[in-house]
Nanobody, 124 residues
Framework: QVQVAESGGGLVQAGGSLRLSCAAS????????MGWFRQAPGKEREFVAA????????YYRDSVKGRFTISRDNAKNTVYLQMNSLKPEDTAVYYC?????????????????WGKGTLVTVSS
């Protein structure tokens, strides 16, 4: 059983930055993928970024490339999402996710465990 918990959301102005953290507990297979999804009001949940624990392979949705960076600290069982140059359209509840296939995760499936979400609001 794997549990994930997000933190770090908040209110920022457009152009600002936030760093989200996701702490994982329980046993995570070495090739498990960790990722971030987001859901804006009235919209479907969408894939944002993902990373593997072992290899450090990373994937991003096109709209966040060059602005967001996903990283990991295996010793702390923690995954981060550094968000720079934030835009109002980034406003959403951000969810941490864990799954057995990073490729399925990038397609919006293959998620076995979800966090409860942390709200990111970008003003102006």
């Amino acid at each position: 059983q794997v549990q994930v918990a997000e933190s770090g959301g908040g209110l920022v102005q457009a152009g600002g930055s936030l760093r989200l953290s996701c702490a994982a507990s329980g046993r995570t297979p070495s090739r498990y993928a960790m990722g971030w999804f987001r859901q804006a009001p009235g919209k479907e949940r969408e894939f944002v970024a993902a990373i593997t624990w072992g290899g450090g392979n990373m994937y991003y949705r096109d709209s966040v490339k060059g602005r967001f960076t996903i990283s990991r600290d295996n010793a702390k069982n923690t995954v981060y999402l550094q968000m720079n140059s934030l835009k109002p359209e980034d406003t959403a509840v951000y969810y941490c996710a864990a799954g057995s296939s990073i490729m399925r995760m990038t397609a919006g499936s293959g998620v076995d465990y979800w966090g409860k979400g942390t709200l990111v609001t970008v003003s102006s």
